[in-house]
């Protein structure tokens, strides 16, 4: 798979009440195959799913070249951006909230996906 371009959507997180029926799901609607009870194979990135969320909803990460910087970009921008993770096999990650409370977030993916 090519490296996504900045700016464009590069990972999925799926949280809902039960991440095995979310996963049978998307599994059997796009044919995307699951990995380690964990998440799904989408034809050009990986989607993530975890359960126990009290509100269902699908998390939307952009690729960025430099983390750091575009969380200071979110901050100036009067954002929130929290710090960074790291997430062994699929990238960093900072969750982010921009105006009237819409939750995003960049990615910076692993150098081969």
């Known amino acids: 798979m090519t490296q996504p371009a900045p700016g464009q959507v590069s990972f999925l997180e799926i949280g809902s009440q039960d991440a095995a029926a979310i996963r049978a799901f998307f599994g059997a609607v796009f044919g995307w195959p699951s990995h380690d009870e964990a998440w799904l194979q989408a ?55 921009g105006p009237g409370g819409l939750a995003f977030g960049l990615h910076s993916p692993p150098l081969t996906l």
Not at 45 to 57: E, F, I, L, N, S
Not at 60 to 81: C, M, N, S, T
């Open 43 to 97: 034809p050009t990135m990986k989607v993530g799913t975890h359960g126990d969320d009290p509100a269902p909803q699908i998390y939307v990460y952009f690729k960025v070249d430099d983390l750091e910087a575009a969380a200071a970009r979110v901050r100036a921008a009067g954002g929130e951006a929290e710090a960074a993770s790291d997430e062994p096999g699929f990238g960093r990650f900072v969750n982010c909230v």
